[in-house]
């Protein structure tokens, strides 16, 4: 798994939030489209893109776009 493609998975969960803003270092909260509605779906876009469930625990529990891919990564 690298950190470039999850980028792009991330990205596509948000409908405004222009294309090549976000970066590993991102602190997701901080985005204004993020939301309750935003986090699940991304935890159906990390389930559908790599088989891998997330939980909320693990979104409550990132900072950054990279604490969540490095979870990600290890399950």
């Keep these: 798994m690298e950190i470039s493609k999850f980028l792009q998975v991330f990205e596509l969960c948000f409908d405004e939030t222009e294309l090549g803003l976000i970066t590993a ?14 986090a699940l779906v991304l935890i159906a876009s990390v389930d559908e893109e790599y088989e891998v469930k997330v939980t909320g625990d693990d979104i409550r529990t990132s900072i950054t776009v990279q604490d969540i891919f490095d979870k990600i990564s290890v399950k």
């Design 25 to 38: 270092e991102t602190k997701f909260r901080d985005l204004e489209e993020w939301s309750s509605l935003t």
